[in-house]
């Protein structure tokens, strides 16, 4: 995954801190710090929040997805429940 990080120059990864799988909790957050740590090109990791167990975080790198939406105010919306589509 770092190399097709590096490969494409992101700048920015976004995740979610895990997911479930067979009623079990993979920590999605950790696989991405691993390939993150490996990379040379990406300078934040954005989280969507899932589960509700720790999650491994740097400071200055790492952003909660919930944090940065709230301080966007232009009136996006998506469907109930599900956050909005955003198109650059």
């Known amino acids: 995954m770092a190399s097709r990080l590096d490969g494409c120059g992101a700048r920015v990864l976004i995740t979610?801190?895990?997911f479930a799988r067979r009623g079990q909790a993979i920590p999605l957050k950790r696989t991405a710090d691993e390939a993150v740590s490996a990379s040379l090109s990406v300078e934040h990791v954005i989280v969507y929040r899932r589960g509700d167990g720790e999650v491994p975080w740097k400071d200055g790198?790492?952003?909660?997805?919930?944090?940065?939406?709230a301080k966007e105010s232009r009136g996006l919306s998506g469907a109930p429940g599900r956050p909005p589509i955003i198109r650059a």
């Not at 790198?61 to 939406?69: G, I, P, T």
């Open 16 to 18: 979610a801190d895990a």
């Open 61 to 69: 790198r790492d952003l909660w997805w919930h944090e940065l939406v």
